[in-house]
């Protein structure tokens, strides 16, 4: 019996020994108390809520610490902590902020968000994942897609037909892009700055006329099936890309093409080379005519500029803000028809080198900006993410009553291929590097009754409060409020910072 009383009391001593070097080391340990203050200052977090959070804290670092323990069992030695020598601690500090940064810029989009649909020795397709998929901030443009599709000089690209509604733009190169509608077959030999719009499930083929310059066009699509989700169906195929017609049994195609089965085993198994293969000079020379069903058929190349009820040409109108800072080109359902189902606004911005556009809002649109060329970065206001980079939680009933919102700057590093989200309401600016100007295609949606709102320059929206309104809400005399937003003599364009601020630290 005393032996028993013995062993507890051993038992216990070491419980709180283990217990006190644990609460020690986690008093010490900087990712815990990081973790530990956000629950503390998170906002609208009761006293349950706040010690769920801290107990989730507590669970990942213990789990961390096992994981760390078990690598330095299985990997020749060290100490059970993690320490700068062995490169960990700098290796886990370093993906911990990549987490960190991941989470604060919900709204940009870089390489390793895109997903390569096609890649063949002649080209390739690359599309955006879900917005959805990054932040449920996204949710009100979680059924539109981003994608692009670049090609080598005299590339085809094989015929087939997407579960979504279509707009293209044609940055480079010069595509003959050929659909099918019923028994009419349309060829549109399309230049660049033009817009063209494919309906879904219509089928479509096109090719690079160009012998020099490789094609680069950006797709902006919204899917008709399965909301959010993007797919392209061939027709024509046979190993790669493989063709839908062999999804149906033997017996099926045999019926439908009166048709022997090892010529279809042959149709069908054939092509091997990809979507997007290269194409002889001849074959582009006739991919670029049209011939009309139906007994008659024409040659008709339209050329951008001109009236066409699938294609419109950004680069035909004049520029509906331009200066020495930029040129900004616009086009809505009253210059191009076809993107008034779609409630879709398509501009392109071309700042110059050192300069900005905005700061300014949309009052309805959410903005899709894809960086078609340069160098720069963006900066956004946003009340939704909290300065620890996690989207704000929702108040609970009995605690409605909130301050005045906070907000944090969103930002990002901008090049070829990067894609940022400014959703309405969203007071937002684009800068360009002062060793390039900055080239970018935008696609508003909800664009229907929207207004841009100017926040600096000649029509700003806060010159044209009333002075009592000045007065009342900067508290300082209104003759102050205007000095500061009447000094800007330019508008919407404007030469940009000297020097580029540090991204993640917003004014103060």
Known sequence: ??????????????????????????????????????????????????????????????????????????????????????????????????????????????????????????????????????????????????????????????PSHFDADTVLFVFQGRPAVTIVRGEKRETHNLERGDLFRIPAGTPVYMVNRDENEKLFIVNFMKPVSVPGEYEAFYAAGGENPESFFKAFSPQVLQAALKTEMNKLERLFGQQRQGSITRASKEQIKKLSQQHGQGGSEGFWPFHGGQSSSDAFNLFSKHPSQANKFGRLFEADFNDFKQLQDLDLLVSFANITQGAMVGPFFNSRATKISFVLDGEGYFEMACPHVSSTG???????????????????????????????????????????????????????????????????????????????AKELAFNVPAREVDRIFNNQDDEFFFEGPNEQPEHGRAYA
């Open 1 to 158: 019996m005393a032996l028993k009383s013995k062993l507890l009391l051993v038992a216990l001593l070491l419980s709180v020994m283990f217990l006190s070097v644990y609460v020690a080391s986690a008093t010490q340990d900087p990712e815990l108390k990081q973790c530990r203050h956000q629950c503390e200052h998170q906002q609208g977090f009761d006293s349950k809520q706040r010690e769920q959070c801290e107990q989730g804290c507590d669970k990942y670092i213990k789990q961390k610490r096992e994981e760390e323990k078990h690598r330095g069992k299985s990997g020749g030695g060290g100490s059970f902590y993690p320490i700068s020598e062995t490169g960990r601690a700098q290796e886990e500090e370093e993906e911990f902020q990549g987490r960190q940064q991941e989470d604060q810029n919900p709204y940009f989009f870089e390489d390793e968000h895109f997903e390569t649909r096609v890649q063949t020795e002649e080209g390739r397709f690359q599309l955006l994942q879900k917005f959805t998929e990054r932040s449920d901030l996204l949710r009100a443009i979680e059924n539109y897609r981003i994608g692009f599709l670049v090609t080598k000089p005299h590339a085809f690209v094989a």
């Open 390 to 468: 996690r989207q704000e939680q929702q108040p609970q009933p009995q605690q409605r009553q909130k301050s005045s919102p906070r907000y944090q700057k969103i930002s990002g590093n901008l090049r070829r291929g990067a894609v940022f989200v400014a959703p309405a309401g969203h007071p937002m600016t684009a800068i360009a590097s002062r060793n390039s100007n900055l080239q970018i295609i935008c696609f508003e949606v909800n664009a229907h009754d929207n207004i841009r709102v100017p926040l600096a320059g000649k029509k700003n929206v806060v010159s044209q409060f009333d002075r009592e």
